[in-house]
């Protein structure tokens, strides 16, 4: 199972299993890991993964939501 968390001001975490491709679908070498952080705010010099650049520059309250039916 992959579980991803949108934390306040900040990042998204992923754990579990999964991989992280780019465009062309080349894989991220994730070293084994289970667990990344994914920048949300832009400001990472390490994009995709959060290198921390948020704190004190981005605002989010991460409340989760039902979204609205899917169009057919």
């Known amino acids: 199972m992959t579980k991803l968390t949108i ?3 900040g990042s998204v ?3 579990g299993d999964f991989e992280i491709v780019d465009m062309q679908g080349n894989n991220y ?3 084994g890991r289970t667990v990344v952080s994914i920048c ?3 400001l990472s010099a390490n994009k995709p993964f ?3 650049s948020h704190k ?3 605002e989010h309250d991460a409340k989760a939501f039902d979204l609205p039916p899917r169009k057919v």
């Open 7 to 9: 934390n306040n001001n």
């Open 13 to 15: 975490k992923i754990e």
């Open 29 to 31: 070498g994730l070293q």
């Open 40 to 42: 949300r705010c832009g």
């Open 50 to 52: 959060c290198d921390g």
């Open 56 to 58: 004190g520059h981005f």
